[in-house]
């Protein structure tokens, strides 16, 4: 069984920054494609960074682009997402998802994801 854990969420002000990890546990990451999602109180989930691992195809939120950057560490079996430039409005629990890898699919859809971490909480304020 996959399973996901997220760690590195904090209290930040804003501008600064965070790396979050997310360490995945029954099977390697090049049989997965990842994705980082957030939701905030009373908001929908939403897609912020995805990653295949095996070509290394990654993609952005436009609303990250620029700021957050998805990467891998194969050795230590981690999906990482570096956020730069942290404002208020990133404020969310930000969760790990998974798929095994194959085929067509739509990177910001969260029915695509069979395996979900539990989530870690950034919260972005003065």
């Known amino acids: 069984q996959v399973r996901l854990v997220e760690s590195g969420g904090g209290l930040v002000q804003p501008g600064d920054s965070l790396r979050l990890s997310c360490a995945v546990s029954?099977?390697?990451?090049?049989?997965?494609?990842i994705a980082w999602f957030r939701q905030a109180p009373g908001k929908e989930r939403e897609g912020v960074s995805g990653?295949?691992?095996?070509?290394?195809?990654?993609l952005h939120d436009p609303s990250v682009k620029g700021r957050f950057a998805i990467s891998h560490d194969n050795a230590r079996n981690t999906v990482y997402l570096r956020m730069n430039s942290l404002k208020p409005e990133d404020t969310a629990l930000y969760i790990c998802?998974?798929?095994?890898?194959?085929?067509?699919?739509?990177?910001?859809?969260?029915?695509?994801?069979?395996?979900w971490g539990q989530g870690t909480q950034v919260t972005v304020a003065t």
């Open positions: 998802a998974a798929r095994m890898t194959g085929g067509s699919y739509t990177w910001r859809n969260p029915q695509e994801y069979e395996f």
């Open positions: 029954g099977t390697g990451l090049n049989h997965l494609d």
């Open positions: 990653i295949v691992v095996t070509d290394g195809v990654t």
